[in-house]
């Protein structure tokens, strides 16, 4: 069912004035300190963000996925930290329990991410298994009452504030590639389970990134995502969702892009004019327009198709290719039109370039989007359903 409009537009209203007056005059800070302030989390709590994809049932404000995008393309309209500091407990952290948890593991956990006293995180990622991720080593052996897990995970976003990790291993040691794979819900306070220094990063300062590593951590079998043995599956579905969202929240970036872009060139005069009388500057503009519009238009339509109950794997990856790669052509453009001032911290512009660089990466590189729409392609033609 559609979410209803008044209860949308306030929402998305509420957002933009939370992230005008409270997110953007704090961006230089969060860039230098590395932490975004707890009063922001704190209101991120009481505005509800930390539960947009709980079910209401839950505490959560069960938003659709139409009404999701469109909050995350208000959150994408700072820096990307702000929006990392719930993104987890909003898309990949929660969504395995959402999707397939049992009704005892939904009422354990979703109360709790949906208010943010939880923080949820996505475990997938291996030294040894990025792209490749039916690879994963990790194992997890069933021993009575439980899985022992070891193994290492890398790159964990929110790891170092995460209560609960959905964590993808390997249950059938012997059978390799993603069919082995079983996916956990496992606690941070379980012992063998800890967490590595935050990783110095290119951008997103604000937003944290570890290792996470377990040793002979006891995980209690009805913590169990799913069934045996599907949890490569369920980690894909959350993935469909998850790269949905990232692309509004890259979207989001790309439009506060084009809006610093045209105040500047509107007020930065050269030869005799504001730049943005000059064409070649208007081409600049005009082509990150365009293709900020088109991403848009395709998040929403997947979107849309996807609350209809349509499998979205190649829309969601479709707009993820375009969308990400879109918001890194249009975070070059701003350094383009700024020109030298692009390139000097005070105005933000470098710091939007570095936070964007990490889109085209995460949830599955741009690389894996194309592999993903290929093949989901080829499939379709097989099935005569092209
Ligand atoms: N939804 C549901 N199930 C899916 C799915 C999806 N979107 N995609 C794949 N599956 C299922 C397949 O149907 C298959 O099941 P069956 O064997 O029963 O048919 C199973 O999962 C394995 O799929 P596949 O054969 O496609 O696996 P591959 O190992 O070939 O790899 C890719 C698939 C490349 C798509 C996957 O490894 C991937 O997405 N990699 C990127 C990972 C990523 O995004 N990492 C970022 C970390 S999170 S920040």
């Given at each position: 069912m559609a979410f209803d409009a008044e209860i949308r537009q306030a929402l998305i209203e509420q957002v933009r004035r939370f992230v005008t007056e409270k997110c953007i005059p704090l961006e230089n800070q969060v860039g230098e300190t590395d932490e975004v302030p707890q009063e922001i989390v704190d209101e991120m709590k009481q505005l509800g963000l930390f539960g947009l994809a709980v079910p209401e049932e839950f505490g959560g404000l069960g938003l659709d996925m139409e009404t999701e995008c469109l909050v995350a393309l208000e959150l994408g309209r700072t820096s990307p930290a702000f929006r990392s500091v719930a993104g987890t407990n909003i898309g990949i952290g929660s969504q395995a329990l959402v999707l397939f948890g049992t009704p005892a593991q939904k009422d354990k956990w979703l109360p709790g991410i949906a208010a943010g006293d939880l923080i949820s995180s996505f475990a997938l990622t291996e030294p040894g298994a990025g792209?490749?991720?039916?690879?994963?080593?990790t194992k997890a052996i069933r021993d009575g009452d439980h899985y022992v897990l070891n193994g290492t995970k890398r790159y964990i976003t929110n790891a170092n504030k995460a209560d609960l990790f959905t964590v993808m291993a390997r249950?059938?040691?012997?059978?390799?590639?993603?069919?082995g794979v079983s996916a956990f819900v496992v606690e941070r306070n379980t012992p063998g389970v800890s967490v590595g220094q935050p990783e110095k990063k290119m951008g997103q300062q604000g937003a944290h990134v570890c290792d996470v590593i377990f040793e002979d951590a006891r995980v209690p079998v009805e913590n169990l995502i799913g069934k045996e043995g599907e949890g490569f599956k369920v980690a894909m579905s959350v993935l469909d969702k998850g790269r949905l969202h990232i692309s509004a929240v890259a979207t989001g970036m790309s439009e506060r892009l084009i809006k610093e872009m045209v105040t500047y060139a509107s007020e930065r005069v050269q030869g005799g004019k504001p730049i943005i009388d000059h064409q070649l500057i208007q081409a600049l503009l005009a082509d990150s327009q365009a293709e900020t519009y088109a991403a848009r238009c395709m998040i929403m339509d997947a979107a849309r198709r996807r609350d209809a109950g349509e499998n979205v794997t190649i829309l969601a990856s479709s707009a993820k290719l375009f969308a990400t790669e879109a918001n890194g052509k249009v975070a070059d453009r701003a350094v383009q039109v700024f020109g030298g001032a692009g390139y000097i911290t005070d105005y933000g512009i470098e710091r939007f370039y570095r936070d964007a660089r990490i889109f085209r990466l995460y949830e599955g590189t741009s690389q894996i989007q194309q592999i993903i729409i290929a093949r989901e392609l080829k499939r379709a033609a097989q099935a005569d359903q092209l």
């Open positions: 792209s490749d991720a039916g690879s994963l080593t249950t059938a040691p012997d059978v390799k590639g993603p069919k």
